[in-house]
């Protein structure tokens, strides 16, 4: 009969377990098919750009929409592997080791993001030379989440290049690995986008998809013959946008610091390089990490206390263990109002615990006793429960502590201070001269052949499709 119980909670577990990774996956894919219409809509975008800074921004996104929907799907074969995995390892039925304790998870935020620049004496303090222009950006990955800060136009004219947004991971272990990728477009580099208007409605009609592609292509053949009026859309007239990976490096837990370091940067280019930047060679940043045992509660409950030095005198409190403290209230509604607690009970790395059980014949509650030492002087404060499950789940949840305090180290010594990133608003330069959706307004059709044909699209609803997309792009993002 207790072998029959066994099987059934760890098939009850196996069931929760599949259903969790069936949750996880579906919020996954539907990360992956948000990514695949933003792509989309990137592509959109760089096939109407008129103007360079558009087309950078356009690029840009595109890279960081690739990157995103590589790592989705990596992290979704992942978790298929290990369904598989777990399906065709040991059965429910076999014994073995218990589980193993896991670290909990927590924030990591970098801010502050400074990356100094090392041009000649000539050019920075002669200003002699061409005055070249960079467009660069940073790519922030960390698991399967990637971030990216806003696109930075640098010169001779910057010492470094400077961040001002703070880029948060709600997601993370200690062991997480927080990997900086500076990219970088020379301005003055020549693209790959052409101003033949068949070359762009070959990539409008790859990027919307067979029917609609079928309809620009139609709509495109029709135009040379009909005599209609047609919607004109701009077509290029400067060359596309490269990036080129500048620099890396990998940040980790050590890192973690609540003030400003300087790390080392691993370049990736040369001076021959045409995208090459005078890199000093490190990145300046504030990288702070908040484990969730430091922010969130991890138990609480009604408990006799037994102060130091008061042996005969207990206490009936209601006990919170949040971070470093269990918080001693007189009252639940004192600690959900955030009333100053009675007092608190220190925890840390060199607290002892110990627990004992009901003594029948005394008739002694369970007990707990949590001991800290202050120079030569000893403190023990003793904790009394009414049952043995809520024994056992103080025990828990002091050793559950414990644990995360020696993988997430020294981010347990105080609360971190963690930066609310701000909203991010569209790129300056289309904050001044308007979105694409704005410059693609209806105008008449141009001689054929001219200096400034452009692209004839009869169809109406290929032209709503694409003005709701370029209109609603950046709120999106």
Same mark, same amino acid.
């Given at each position: 009969m207790q072998d029959r119980l066994h099987i059934l909670e760890d098939?009850?577990?196996?069931?929760?377990?599949?259903?969790a990774l069936s949750l996880e996956d579906t919020e996954l894919q539907r990360k992956l098919d948000h990514e695949i219409r933003m792509r989309e809509g990137a592509c959109k975008l760089l096939a109407a750009c008129s103007q360079r800074e558009q087309a950078l921004e356009a690029t840009k996104s595109l890279l960081v929409c690739n990157s995103r929907i590589l790592s989705y799907m990596g992290e979704l074969q992942r978790r298929k592997e290990a369904q598989v995995l777990g399906k065709t *390892?040991?059965?429910?039925? +076999?014994?073995?080791?218990? /589980?193993?304790?896991?670290?909990?998870? %927590?924030?990591?935020?970098?801010?502050?993001?400074?990356?100094? =620049?090392?041009? @000649?004496?000539?050019?920075?303090?002669?200003? @002699? *030379?061409?005055?070249?222009?960079?467009?660069?950006?940073?790519l922030l990955q960390l698991g399967e989440q990637i971030q990216d800060t806003e696109m930075i136009l640098v010169d001779r004219t910057l010492t470094d290049i400077s961040f001002q947004n703070s880029v948060l991971f709600t997601? /993370?272990?200690? +062991?997480?690995?927080?990997?900086?990728?500076?990219? %970088? /477009?020379?301005?003055?580099?020549?693209g790959a986008l052409t101003g033949a208007? @068949?070359?762009?409605?070959? @990539?409008?009609?790859?990027?919307? %998809?067979?029917?609609? %592609?079928?309809?620009?292509?139609?709509? =495109?053949?029709? /135009? *040379?013959?009909?005599?209609g009026s047609p919607i004109l859309l701009p077509t290029p007239a400067v060359g596309g946008p490269r990036y080129h990976l500048l620099a890396h490096t990998v940040l980790t837990l050590a890192a973690v610091q609540d003030g400003f370091r300087t790390h080392d940067l691993t370049l990736a280019s040369h001076e021959e390089n045409p995208a090459w930047l005078p890199l000093y060679g490190s990145v300046c940043c504030r990288l702070a990490a908040q484990p969730l045992c430091m922010t969130q509660p991890s138990a609480s409950g009604s408990l006799r206390v037994q102060q130091a030095g008061e042996r005969q005198c207990w206490t009936r409190v209601h006990a919170v263990l949040k971070g470093t403290s269990i918080f001693c209230y007189r009252r639940p509604e004192d600690a959900d109002a955030g009333q100053e607690p009675l007092f608190t009970i220190a925890i840390n790395k060199e607290t002892r615990v110990?627990?004992?059980?009901?003594?029948?014949?005394? *008739?002694?509650?369970?007990?707990?006793?949590?001991?800290?030492w202050y120079g030569d002087n000893e403190v023990t404060h003793t904790l009394q429960t009414e049952s043995r499950e809520a024994l056992q789940s103080w025990r828990e949840a002091l050793w559950q502590l414990f644990f995360d305090m020696s993988q997430w180290k020294q981010c347990c010594d105080e609360i971190m201070r963690i930066e609310t990133p701000a909203p991010r608003k569209p790129p300056p330069v289309l904050a001044k001269q308007g979105s694409l959706y704005h410059e693609m307004v209806l105008s008449e059709p141009l001689a054929s052949g001219g200096p400034g044909e452009g692209l004839l699209l009869h169809d109406n609803a290929i032209s709503a499709e694409i003005q709701a997309l370029l209109s609603s792009y950046y709120s999106d993002r």
């Open positions: 098939l009850n577990m196996l069931y929760i377990r599949q259903m *390892g040991r059965r429910p039925s +076999d014994s073995g080791p218990p /589980a193993e304790r896991s670290p909990c998870r %927590g924030r990591v935020c970098i801010s502050d993001l400074r990356i100094p =620049l090392m041009w @000649k004496d000539t050019e920075y303090f002669k200003n @002699k *030379g061409d005055l070249h222009r960079w467009a660069v950006f940073l997601e /993370a272990g200690p +062991d997480f690995e927080l990997r900086l990728e500076l990219y %970088g /477009a020379c301005m003055e580099e020549e208007p @068949k070359r762009l409605a070959t @990539k409008l009609s790859s990027s919307l %998809g067979r029917s609609s %592609g079928r309809r620009v292509r139609a709509s =495109l053949d029709s /135009a *040379g013959s009909s005599g110990r627990a004992g059980e009901l003594d029948h014949a005394s *008739g002694r509650p369970f007990s707990l006793s949590i001991s800290n």
